[in-house]
């Protein structure tokens, strides 16, 4: 079985300051894990992904996440956010040996003042 | 790269009318294709899931179905909307370990 948590319905940062987005997963083996931005009345756009090797992964619009096997946590985070960061945050996580069929998290609502 | 095509983009339908929403997708073969539902513009849904012409599983009862006509074609369809059915809509294809969405479909049933 799989399971994902992102235990912030919302986060508030100011803009130029860091910003992180939880997430939390369960899985029977091995994980992949994703995290996906939606901006208002849009799709998912895929930001970054951990297959396996380096913990820290980089990705789309200066987003990062680190894997953490210890803690079952795949935070994103970014330095510096930027008012245009606002958006829902959807973390995914698949098992390596299961269906390709991920499960997503409720989605993290960033809000980033000016 | 693969591209994801849905429409109509907008929907307004009143309760007990059809329902056909499409998705085509370019730039690959065979793919894995998915239909999900979000509602409240929060949790996505799955709906349907299907790995190739004619086949489609179903991951939850419900007033709607889809089909699989041609390989890089997924229709979601309904004999009579219920106001439950209305959300958004989003048919996406996985490619290698990564599942890439379209721009979705909001659906009002009024």
């Known amino acids: 079985a799989q399971s994902v948590a992102q235990p912030e319905d919302q986060v508030n940062v100011a803009e130029g300051n860091p910003l992180t987005v939880k997430c939390t997963y369960s899985?029977?083996?091995?994980?992949?894990l994703f995290w996906y931005v939606q901006y208002p009345n849009r799709g998912l756009q895929f930001l970054l992904k951990?297959?396996?090797?380096?913990?820290l992964v980089k990705g789309s619009y200066g987003f990062e996440a680190e894997f953490n096997k210890s803690q079952t946590s795949f935070h994103l985070k970014k330095p510096s956010a930027l008012v245009s960061d606002s958006a829902l945050y959807f973390c995914?996580?698949?098992?390596?040996?299961?269906?390709?069929?991920?499960?997503f998290g409720r989605g993290t609502s960033l809000i980033v003042h000016p | 790269s693969q591209t994801i095509h849905q429409w109509p983009a907008t929907l307004v339908q009143p309760v007990g009318s059809p329902l056909s929403l499409e998705c085509t997708v370019e730039?690959?073969?065979?793919?894995?294709l998915y239909w999900y539902r979000q509602a409240a513009g929060r949790g996505l849904q799955l709906l349907f899931y299907s790995v190739g012409i004619g086949q489609i599983s179903s991951e939850v009862p419900q007033n709607l179905s889809a089909s699989r006509p041609q390989d890089r074609q997924f229709i979601l369809s309904s004999k009579k909307l219920l106001l439950s059915d209305s959300g958004f809509y989003l048919c996406?294809?996985?490619?290698?370990?990564?599942?890439?969405f379209g721009e979705g479909s909001w659906l009002t049933v009024v």
């Open positions: 730039g690959t073969s065979n793919p894995n």
């Open positions: 899985v029977s083996g091995n994980p992949y």
């Open positions: 996406a294809l996985r490619s290698g370990n990564t599942i890439y």
């Open positions: 951990y297959i396996t090797g380096d913990n």
């Open positions: 995914a996580v698949r098992d390596w040996g299961g269906s390709y069929i991920p499960t």
